[in-house]
């Protein structure tokens, strides 16, 4: 918004500041998910991020089949049922039950938490990957009090 308005009104503004602001929007941005992943791995562990990964193969494994989705949506505590059938459904789950999750911690983490996030993640005492994702972005603040499943 600064730099429209540095740009809008050169004459009336000298100078602009933006703390965070993108200077260049763009649909896709994977970029991002990238920075967001060495953040986790830098600060957290490999491990950590194998714990993850690990964590939403079984969550795809499991929006296979019909129980498998009805599970998937007791387990992260969604608002509503998850219909894997529809794509748009399927995609917002995974952007604000998952994704958006993880952008929050790494955005803005404090010292030791991306550290804490993978101590949890990586508690090998709950077998299911799904599950001990599930248990992690359950108990984060950003999710509570259910995930959006529904387009």
């Given amino acids: 918004m600064v730099t429209w308005m ?15 602001g993108p200077l260049y929007a763009q649909e896709d941005f994977p970029e991002y ?13 490999e491990e950590c991020l194998t714990s993850i990964q690990q964590g939403m193969e079984r969550v795809v494994e499991l929006l296979g089949t019909t129980n498998g989705a009805n599970q998937v949506s007791q ?3 969604t608002c ?7 794509a748009l459904d ?8 998952v994704t ?3 952008a929050y911690l790494v955005q803005y983490a404090r010292p ?9 993640l990586n508690n090998n005492t709950v077998s299911d990957p799904a599950q001990r994702l599930a248990d ?6 950003t999710t509570q009090p259910c995930v959006k499943s529904k387009y």
């Avoid at 998910?33 to 562990?45: C, D, H, N």
């Avoid at 399927?90 to 039950?97: H, K, L, N, Q, R």
């Avoid at 992690?136 to 603040?141: D, H, L």
Wanted: charged content about 15%; glycine content about 4%.
């Fill in 6 to 20: 540095r740009l809008a009104y050169p004459h009336l503004v000298d100078a602009a500041f933006s703390d965070s």
């Fill in 33 to 45: 998910l990238e920075v967001i992943t060495e953040a986790i791995r830098s600060q957290g562990s």
């Fill in 75 to 77: 387990m992260f505590r």
């Fill in 80 to 86: 509503s049922p998850i219909d894997a059938s529809n």
């Fill in 90 to 97: 399927v995609a917002t789950f995974f952007w604000y039950g």
């Fill in 100 to 102: 958006e999750t993880f």
């Fill in 112 to 120: 030791g938490q991306i550290a804490q996030a993978c101590a949890a």
């Fill in 136 to 141: 992690w972005i359950t108990s984060r603040p």
